[in-house]
């Protein structure tokens, strides 16, 4: 269901999920004249202080839900593991995007591979398992080394495991609990890449530049704007990026993280689609006169898109854990723009903030 | 008052006063991972969208405005027309920046001419007014045609009326309701440009590029970064800037409204000191890595001064009144920027929002 005519100034945008997009992305709306209205299932999320609502309730909490869906004009998502349910009760009674079949595709790393499989875009080797068994078979096929990936609930390098050896298969299978899952073939790949897609109620699509990420221990560590790659394979990242987007009639901001492999250019394969706003597209706040929060916050809304481009370039580092108590350091630093997501506790592996380091556009 | 040390992460900066310059202030230290409490007359305010705390009382309410205080870490002002009692109350529970000082002297044109010409700064020909018979007075003096401005409560053009000739002498005094004045004569000038300086605790100041406006109405309508004068204009601008900053002993963004006058440069007069963040920096929002709304909150939360630098050139046009309902035509502009600030009726002479557009730096 798209809508009929843009929200004016002063509507309200309800938010599923209360953490640090959400954060940017009320503050998007507020620049917009926008109010946000945050449902979260923890009290004093990151979103709430920013936000002019907050509804703290389960995501099965049917009636509270009900009410918060009630009290918006749109609903939308700041994290791609909410439940069908969820969605479907807010889609009751407000226009929800990006629409839920994104959701149901992100979800489960085998409906995800089988619908880019389909959609004739690259992917690492792949296989379904189920069972022990289904494992060795799927090891013997793909080949050592390879790596066991939960379908459901996966992020930050969570819910996976490298196998070396075959001989590995049983300890994986335990390690990941038993549950359904795919086991993918390790691609030899230069560098980590994504897209930044932003598609409108009337399916026009437009792409920030290019970002190439690094990860460290699953979690993304920096993303740097533009890409050191060719114009071809910009154009081919954005060519998929945007297949993925119109196949999904996709309504929002949506990321695209792909592998450049060795070889021959262009060679892309997907390795994730995430149909939200996303880490990698930070340094679109400080970059860009239109930033990835605004343009999800603009096509949700049935705004005309933003601009897509940059003033500057810029190389974004996560702030994780402990590098938060870098503050002071980092505030001195002329020219880095600090970010911090007002969370009180830096646990291990915790996205706390991030910098970004802005340079004259090349 | 100076802090000890610089408040973390996680505090509460108090914000007298709700309106947009509030808003934006909240979302700037939502970057930073502080929280805002705002203290308004009237409920929902436009910052009270982006607060994590709003509460609604009087500036003479001695308890509620206690109560704020002792619930903030630093207490800041969006408007400069705050009661002193106000500032003196909430003073006793937490520090209070910019110091008091900057208000009173701001808050009484005549004390603020009094204040510069102390200081050998320029301004317009003056002279105090209590009665008519001194208004008379003082038109032989100065000459028609003059201004006569009260001297408390002006804004956007307020309080204040043009006299052309000597005769219209008591209808002006009627009309500005008889209360204690100043005679200023015209001053000829080619622009109206402002200095946005930021002080931080430790006396260190920085510089915006010097900003050329043009009011329309009394209503400051547009202004351009960087302003179209010469070098050693700007550096004397600055260097008065940094004079008034310094006498205050400021803490916080200081705005200096400046005219230049016809003839050998520098020939800069002073009109008009603003103690806050001020509307003729919004383009640093856009352009600038560090805004003036970040350096604000940097410098009274005691963090190091950000960097004052632009990335880009920059227009920044105001919607006042019907103009903000424009904004499906400017959401579609390419470019364009837009600030909406979320108040529900749109008054003539209300500033509803802006628009900023970037150009690549000179």
């Known amino acids: 269901m798209m809508l009929k005519a843009p929200l ?9 999920g209360g953490g640090q997009l959400g954060r940017m992305l009320a503050v998007a709306a507020s620049r917009l004249g926008l109010k946000t209205h945050v449902y ?10 920013v936000a002019a609502t907050t509804t703290v309730g ?12 009630d009290a918006v004009d749109v609903v939308t998502c700041e994290f791609e593991n909410i439940p069908a ?16 079949k994104s959701f149901a595709v992100a979800q489960n790393r085998l409906v ?33 080394p390879a790596i066991l990936k939960t379908r459901r609930f996966g992020y930050d390098g969570k819910g996976q495991v490298l196998i070396h050896t075959e001989s ?18 390790v691609v030899r790949f230069e560098r980590e890449v994504s897209v930044i897609a932003v598609r409108g109620q009337d399916g026009e699509a437009q792409f920030y530049d290019v970002i190439e990420n690094v990860h460290r ?18 154009f081919e990242a954005r060519r998929i990026a945007g297949a993925i987007a119109d196949a999904l009639q996709y309504v929002g901001v949506l990321c695209v993280e792909m592998f450049e492999r060795e070889g021959e250019e262009p060679s892309l394969i997907v390795n ?36 897509t481009d940059r003033h500057s370039d810029a190389v974004m580092t996560n702030l994780i854990g402990d590098d938060v108590n870098q503050w002071p350091v980092l505030a001195a630093e002329p020219g880095a723009t600090i970010h911090l997501y007002g969370k009180a506790e830096a646990r291990p592996g915790r996205k706390m903030g991030h910098v970004t380091r802005l340079f004259p556009k090349t």
Not at 85 to 100: N, Q
Not at 168 to 185: C, H, Q
Not at 297 to 307: F, S
Request: aromatic share 6%; with cysteine; charged share 20%.
């Open 168 to 185: 590995e298969a049983e300890s994986a299978w335990e390690t990941i609990g038993g549950v359904p899952s795919v086991l993918e073939g």
């Open 112 to 144: 995800e591979k089988d619908f880019l499989s389909a959609l004739g875009i690259s992917v690492a080797p792949y296989a379904a398992v189920v069972d022990l068994n289904g494992l060795r078979q799927a090891l013997s096929d793909l080949g050592a």
């Open 272 to 307: 994730e689609i995430a149909p939200r706003i996303h880490n990698s597209g930070h340094w679109t706040i400080d970059a860009c006169p239109v930033s990835q929060f605004e343009n999800h916050v603009r096509t949700i809304c049935g705004w005309p898109l933003g601009t």
């Open 85 to 100: 349910k969820t969605l479907e009760i807010a889609g009751r009674s407000a226009p929800v995007f990006p629409p839920p």
């Open 8 to 16: 004016p100034p002063g509507s309200t945008i309800g938010v599923l």
């Open 40 to 49: 979260s299932e923890e009290a004093n999320p990151p979103a709430s202080d």
């Open 58 to 69: 389960a995501y099965d909490d049917d009636t509270a839900l009900a009410g918060f869906a």
């Open 217 to 234: 221990s699953g979690i993304l560590a920096t993303s740097r704007a533009p890409a050191r790659i060719s114009d071809t394979t910009v």
